[in-house]
């Protein structure tokens, strides 16, 4: 009887799955997107409006060879093997073109892994990992944002200017903190062969014991102090570290700081003077960002975030990959989005055939405060294309097929 | 040196706010016996509703007022929830409890997200105790020191309460022995629900004077539930003395512990946990539990086997499960893959709950050695899928003997808590051992062999090696060994009298138990082509727990019917919306009510008085 | 040969002396009574004998060998055999399956693991349960009895391993008054037929009298009167303690 239950109830669940599937019209043509909605969503709301609004304004301009475009979006609650069954999903049941987004590097991954098995193209719109163009990469995987070591070099540029020799690192302690760091202090040694490194600090991912770090990082006494902590961890390192003193008469460099979406939360507690890569939404000069600016605020009534502009450029990039292919074929497609340039708010940017990278830059400046709200000043924009890897670095490192 | 007298300040002020959260969970644990999963849920809401209050309140009265106030509501929400819920289940299962608190600590998480958006929020500093002293030429944050005042005071309270007040004699009394005190005439309903409120009232604080210090964001109940788990049991559990001192210990350990290992923060109080419990094994300042209360509160029905008309229906599921590639689309088939690796787990923890009275926090530990075990085993060794899998449940299996052997050694909450910091520390060798498992990134490209790779094809192979592996666990349920596991589980008096060795039977069903839960892991690596810490981690442990616990943990195989549909629901619920926590964690509330037996122990009271009718209308 | 013998056993908890050197002997096939009032250390004394607790001082030797360190599963092996003051018995099994799991573990064997438990060791079950007399509950669930029929099932888990010495803490408690001469009388039948040494306390001094061959008096934890019924039952000290305590006869005698 017990089995008789199973039998009934797999039955009632099986048939639940069975019309699961929307029923689309036949002229669309269909991404299948996922990402980390449940689990991040601070980061992956405004990227979700990003993306809506590029399919509004593609499909007003009449959307794909005349075809409409559809999105079927899907949670991956943060697990990697949640992304896999959303994968399939949207592959085997949804028929889906091509997959794009996900947000954590190991889920990013899991899915271009998935990907490769299966053949389909994969748009990666914001994981960071270095491996998902290199030593992981793959034929059907592409990478919109900038990676880790990208975003590492351009602050290793700036880094390399201060007087600073003795420099400390706090990072979460996973594989995006490690690189990052690595990066970082090869990148800055490699410049200023002076540099000392005499402290690092690992908290774990989320539950970093701000207080203790603050002070094991104050006690090796260095001149400057490189971050990769960020959300809830680095909102409580600021604090803790004001008050006691850590920044005081430092200088600090940190990863992805200045991005709102990590920004807005210090409110009047912002850092002053942190030298960051991020997002001056109200103080992009580039042309193309004003009109995206301005159709945003009209639909969202509410600024950009970082993630807006990724999910946006992810959303036109993979109708450009479409376009171009005229096809639904995944070779095809492969063959269109290799070398192809795509319209972005931050400017054109190319999505290098060597490694499947795009060219999408970072802005880098510094933190300040302005009206009680933490800002970016002495913005400059760093295009991506000089900090990626030459073409004999990705030999090396990316397998061949 | 002042460094280090700074150092060891700051250790204390996180070993205090660690301690205001923990003390609450250490009461209701003492007297009600609930592993209240909650706990963190209601810290997380009472950082939210305090920055709500402190924002709309100002000045130095109202922000007191309002960390006060959020306190209050926290401890109400508290109370209507046991009033309304756990009430229903005391005398459900043990662990039942802890299901329905996961459920509702789900429901939390999507309301907190709805009501104030996915953005941290940042409280004001506290009036007053906005900057830093002077310790020893360093600048030391005045509102540490508040904290450091306010747990000492908390304990003495506490101390104080359960002491010197008749409240405290009687709940004192109710946790020794509740019959004599409802023979009193004392309402034991009303003292669970106050010293229910009491806890809750303390995580609430504990979340709302956290605001000075962090930003309310959305994972904080998570952080916190385990550490103050943790710190009660190391502590002993139901005693609160021991929570502050087991508080103390964690903190000054990582507070120092980082200077010499900078990346010590990620498995420490595991360790902690793990040694203070091979060396004492009921905590430092517990006493040993008097007696198992396995059995209490459960009434143990008869387990019997199949007979034939259920073995009919097995081979009629398995027929039925065998054609469903036929008629159904890869993505179902996949689906279905899925359901039957998590049945088999689910009844490999079935096997050690149910038929050995054994709850492992932390089985996840082999299902992920036995992923870990194949991937590596066909990546790093070169080995095909067929040896793959077997070098995963070998793996499994080993780290269930190595483990094991520590924990059979312990019993009750104490057993399950070794179980987890043992999953955890394996977690953290995944997550850091980047050489070999990749780390965070983890393994990919492990994908079946070129003759088991059509979605099909893998289907029928996992319900070949799941089906096999559930009807082995049955068989070896009724097999006499599996009596001799079951016999300790009923009355372990009687079996140790009677000659069966407790260490020596347990060990063996631990390790039956890991390796079959290893054997899914392994297939769970093939069918996702990837592998990663996620595959251990403490959220797979209680979805076991769920499933097994949802089935019904007073039958033989309720947990493979648990798993059946926990799993298809969340795939389905995860697929359709955003908000799968709420609804899932809704779900499960309403089944614990609904069916404090478990769906399958439910389904055969009904049978059982349904046969029982039957009888008398024949007999009249 | 005498197949228990105890010698100055003394047991103390953190100042407390639960038992003071009690030392007795027990002789094969004899029913040995163990009473005293509440508290007097009667189950302490079965505990230390049957190897849960550990005796702070004294020793203690079943058939000639020293029990000294052995867990109760090593003293069952030796040929003991115990029911306890509240039934353990094993609820989620039919009453032949309690029966039969302690004649597995008597045979110690390497367990296939694949066989169904149930069918070891059937037509010896039976015979043990017929000898209590309950033949016709075999394939009851052991968590439907009655406690009377409890208590008569663990006397026969108890005789499984073919035991020469039983113990039995208040073996009739929560019986009512003719069941408790019923199982006693049926105990020392039993004993008889096989020459097994039976140690047993029992509040009712109805069946102490009626069952005992001889008789231990503690109180406060030592011994203070050994013999046969009659004369303990004569002794004065006994009657003080007793009647101190209550009542040492009742209102039936």
């Known amino acids: 009887m017990r089995m008789f239950s199973a039998i009934v109830s797999s039955a009632i669940l099986a048939a639940g799955f069975a019309g699961a599937g929307p029923a689309v019209a036949d002229d669309s043509i269909k991404i299948g997107e996922i990402s980390s909605y449940s689990a991040i969503p601070a980061f992956t709301e405004p990227y979700r409006k990003g993306w809506q609004l590029a399919l509004d304004e593609i499909n007003a301009a009449g959307g794909v060879d005349g075809k409409k475009l559809e999105v079927i979006s899907k949670d991956d609650s943060g697990k990697p093997a949640d992304a896999v069954t959303a994968a399939n999903e949207l592959v085997a049941s949804d028929g889906v073109a091509m997959l794009a987004g996900t947000f954590f590097s190991n889920i990013g991954l899991a899915v271009s892994d998935y990907a490769n098995q299966k053949k389909i193209l994969f748009l990666a719109a914001e994981p960071l990992t270095d491996a998902i163009t290199l030593s992981k990469g793959n034929r059907y995987t592409f990478r919109l944002r900038p990676g880790t070591y990208e975003q590492a070099a351009m602050l290793a540029d700036e880094a390399a200017k201060l007087p600073a020799k003795k420099w400390a690192t706090i990072a979460p302690n996973y594989e995006y903190g490690q690189s990052a760091v690595a990066a970082f202090k090869k990148l800055l040694s490699a410049k200023r062969p002076d540099v000392e490194w005499v402290g690092e600090q690992w908290p774990p991912q989320g539950k970093i014991d701000a207080g203790a770090v603050a002070e094991a990082i104050a006690k090796t006494e260095p001149d400057a102090i490189f971050n990769v902590t960020f959300g809830a961890d680095l909102v409580k390192l600021v604090r803790e570290g004001a008050t006691r003193g850590l920044f005081k008469d430092r ?139 030459s073409d004999a670095e990705v030999k090396a490192q990316r397998p061949q097929n | 040196m002042s460094f280090y007298f700074v150092q060891f300040v700051t250790g204390l002020s996180s070993a205090c706010s660690l301690f205001l959260v923990a003390s609450g969970l250490s009461i209701i644990f003492g007297v009600t016996r609930v592993v209240n999963f909650a706990h963190g849920a209601f810290y997380m809401l009472g950082a939210y509703i305090g920055y709500t209050l402190t924002d709309r309140l100002s000045g130095v009265v109202g922000f007191w007022g309002a960390i006060a106030l959020g306190a209050l509501a ?40 709805l009501i104030w958006g996915p953005s941290e929020l940042l409280g004001p500093r506290a009036p007053g105790f906005t900057g830093a002293i002077d310790l020893f030429g360093q600048p030391f944050p005045t509102y540490d020191l508040l904290l450091i005042a306010l747990a000492p005071l908390v304990l003495a309270f506490l101390w104080l309460l359960f002491r010197r007040t008749t409240w405290g004699v009687l709940v004192r009394a109710a946790t020794q022995d509740r019959e004599m005190v409802a023979a009193l005439g004392v ?41 103050a788990l943790v710190v009660v049991v190391i502590g002993g559990l139901g005693s609160v003395p021991g929570t502050f001192l087991a508080a103390i210990i964690v903190s000054e350990l990582n507070a120092f512990g980082i200077l010499v290992f900078p990346k010590i923060s990620i498995v420490l109080v595991f360790l902690v946990m793990a040694i203070v419990l091979i060396v004492r094994p009921w905590g430092l300042l517990g006493r040993a539990e008097a007696a198992a209360r396995a059995a209490s509160g459960m009434v143990l029905s008869r387990w019997r086997p199949l007979r034939a008309e259920g073995r009919l229906f097995a081979v009629l599921a398995l027929a039925v499960a065998a054609l469903l590639p036929l008629v159904a689309g890869s993505y179902l088939v996949g689906v279905a893959t899925e359901v039957l690796i998590f049945m088999l787990y689910a009844a490999s923890l079935h096997f050690l709950l149910a038929g050995g009275g054994l709850a492992s926090f932390g089985h996840a530990a082999y299902f992920g050695l036995g992923s870990y075990g194949a991937a590596i085993a066909l990546k790093a060794c070169g080995l095909g899928m067929e040896t793959a899998i077997v070098a995963g449940t070998v793996l499994g299996l080993v780290g269930a003997l190595v483990f094991g052997w520590f924990c059979v050694r312990l019993s009750g909450v104490y057993f399950a808590m070794l179980t987890l910091a043992f999953a955890q520390i394996a977690w953290s060798i995944a997550y850091q051992w980047t050489d070999v498992t990749g780390g965070d990134n983890g393994i990919i490209g492990v994908w079946p062999s070129a003759w088991a790779a059509s979605p099909a094809r893998f289907y029928w192979l996992t319900l070949a090696l799941s089906a096999g592996g559930i009807a082995l666990l049955r068989a070896i349920t009724f097999s006499p060994f599996g009596y001799a596991l079951r016999a300790l589980r009923d009355s372990t008096l009687r079996a140790e009298t009677i000659g069966i060795e407790r260490r020596r039977v347990q060990w063996m069903g631990f390790v039956i138990a890991g390796a079959f839960a290893a054997l899914a892991g392994a297939l769970y690596a093939f069918l996702k082509g990837s592998v990663f810490p996620d595959n251990i981690s403490i959220s797979l442990s209680i979805d076991g727990l769920v499933m097994v616990l949802l089935g019904g943990v007073g039958t033989v195989s309720g947990g493979i019917v648990g798993a059946a549909i926990y799993r298809s629901l969340s795939i389905w619920v995860i697929s359709h919306t955003d908000y799968s926590k709420l609804v899932l964690g809704a779900l499960i509330v309403l089944l614990v009510v609904l069916f404090p037996k478990g769906l399958v122990g439910a389904f055969e009271a009904w049978r059982s008085v349904r046969t029982l009718a039957g009888l008398h209308r024949q007999n009249p | 040969m005498s197949i228990l013998v105890v010698e100055e ?98 045979h110690p064997r390497r367990w296939p693991a694949l066989r169904w438990a149930a069918r070891y060791h059937v037509a010896e079950a039976e015979r043990l349960l017929a000898l209590v007399g309950m033949t016709d509950q075999a394939q009851r669930s052991c968590g439907e009895l009655a406690y009377g029929d409890l ?103």
């Not at chain 3, 004369?231 to 303690?241: K, S």
């Open chain 2, 187 to 227: 309402n034991q309903k009303w003292l669970f629900t106050s010293v229910f409120a009491l806890g809750v009232f303390l995580a609430g604080l504990g979340g709302a004077l956290e605001l000075p210090r962090e930003a309310a964001n959305h994972t904080m109940d998570l952080q916190v539930i385990t550490e």
């Open chain 2, 74 to 113: 926290v401890a109400a929400i508290g109370t209507l929830i046991e009033m309304l819920l756990l009430r229903r289940i005391y005398d459900a299962p043990e662990l039942f409890q802890l299901l329905a608190t996961f459920g509702v600590t789900l429901v939390v998480e999507d309301l907190v997200l």
């Open chain 3, 151 to 253: 208590k008569r099932l663990e006397l026969a888990i108890a005789l499984a391993n073919d035991p020469k010495l039983l113990l039995m803490d208040e073996p009739a408690a929560g019986m009512a008054t003719r069941e408790r001469h019923a199982l006693m009388g049926l105990t020392g039948r039993i004993a008889r037929e096989r020459t097994i040494g039976v140690l047993f306390t029992e509040h009712d001094m109805d069946v102490v009298f009626g069952h005992a061959d001889r008789v231990l008096v503690l109180n406060r934890g030592t011994l203070i009167a050994e013999g046969a019924p009659a004369a303990v039952r004569a002794n004065a000290e006994v009657q003080a303690v007793y009647l101190g305590a209550g009542s040492l006869y009742g209102a039936r005698s």
């Open chain 1, 251 to 389: 200088a600090v460099v940190s990863l992805l700081a200045g991005e709102p979406e990590y920004l807005d939360p210090l409110k009047d507690e912002a850092p002053e003077g942190w030298i960051v890569t991020g997002y001056p939404w109200n103080a992009v000069s580039i042309p193309d960002h004003a009109a995206f600016l301005k159709a945003y605020e009209a639909k969202y009534n509410d600024y950009p975030r970082l993630g807006s502009v990724v999910g946006y450029a992810m959303l036109k990039s993979a109708a450009a990959i479409l376009g171009k292919a005229d096809s639904a074929d995944s070779e095809k497609l492969v063959d269109a989005a290799e070398g192809i340039g795509v319209e972005t708010p931050f400017g054109p940017i190319t999505f290098r055939a060597i490694d499947h990278q795009s060219t999408l830059g970072a802005f880098v400046g510094k933190t300040a405060l302005k009206d009680g709200k933490g800002v970016m000043v002495d913005v400059a924009y760093h295009d991506g294309a000089p900090y990626l890897p």
């Open chain 3, 9 to 106: 056993l003394g047991k103390s908890y953190s100042g407390f002396q639960a038992v003071r050197d009690v030392s007795f002997v027990l002789e094969a096939g004899e029913m040995l009574a163990l009473i005293g009032p509440n508290g007097a250390g009667k189950s302490t004394c079965f505990n230390m004998i049957d190897g849960q607790l550990a005796p702070t001082t004294g020793r203690m030797a079943i058939f000639g060998k020293s029990t000294a360190g052995m867990t109760p599963g090593d003293i069952w092996r030796l040929g003991v055999g115990r029911t306890f003051q509240v039934a353990a018995t094993f609820a989620s099994m039919t009453v032949a399956e309690n029966v039969q799991m302690a004649l597995l573990s008597h």
